[in-house]
């Protein structure tokens, strides 16, 4: 497995990708996909960092198993108290928010919309990291709104983080953000609490 991130990590960098391009095409660390990059294809010189690359295609590519895990993943949500409106982070967000604010609809009998966000490493003309991603107008507003925040995987929490100040930015309420897999083993980011099917620790 290491040996084919290594070889996949290589061939992204032939084709001319940065290391955060690497690392999102990946799922892994930005350290890890440098690593990957570093490395020979045969030979392994150094340790690797505690990382690994997350494929859950058997959710993804089935539309009924990703309307169970979107049915916990509302029933976490709720916890948290009432949902007006389910954002999710391109990409790999959206199609959980899509099913998720039918369920928390089902569930509560309130409206819930749901909105997008794109983050700002997916815009072409990106000149600055630090710039915050936006919030697509096509779907439903933030505004005043309770807010639950959905996305596949949380690597670094960048991209969380970067949500959570989009919302409060456009002056919603985030109640806390749902994902699948949690390799940080996070149980907040800025205050807001981090649920997950399944959180990394390190042993
Ligand atoms: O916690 P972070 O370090 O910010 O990384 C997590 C983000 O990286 C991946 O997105 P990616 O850009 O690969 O888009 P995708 O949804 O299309 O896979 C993942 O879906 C999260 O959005």
Wanted: aromatic fraction near 4%.
């Amino acid at each position: 497995m290491k040996q084919k991130l290594i070889a996949k990590a290589q061939e992204l960098r032939q084709h001319g990708f940065t290391t955060g391009e690497i690392a999102d095409e990946l799922n892994v660390s930005m350290d890890t996909a440098r690593w990957l990059t570093l490395q020979k294809a045969t030979e392994e010189k150094t340790e690797a960092p505690v990382d690994f690359a997350i494929n859950w295609k058997s959710i993804g590519g089935n539309a009924t198993r990703l309307s169970y895990v979107s049915g916990a993943l509302s029933d976490m949500a709720l916890s948290h108290g009432e949902v007006d409106t389910v954002v999710g982070i391109a990409v790999s967000g959206v199609p959980f928010a899509t099913v998720m604010a039918d369920f928390i609809e089902d569930m509560t009998g309130l409206d819930t919309s749901i909105a997008i966000f794109h983050p700002n490493k997916h815009r072409k003309d990106a000149d600055s990291t630090d710039d915050e991603g936006t919030i697509s107008t096509n779907f439903g507003s933030v505004e005043g709104k309770k807010v639950v925040i959905v996305d596949d995987v949380i690597t670094s929490g960048k991209t969380a983080k970067e949500v959570i100040h989009t919302v409060k930015d456009l002056g919603g309420e985030p109640t806390c953000v749902v994902v699948l897999i949690d390799k940080a083993g996070l149980s907040e980011i800025e205050g807001i609490p981090v649920e997950s099917l399944i959180k990394v620790s390190r042993l």
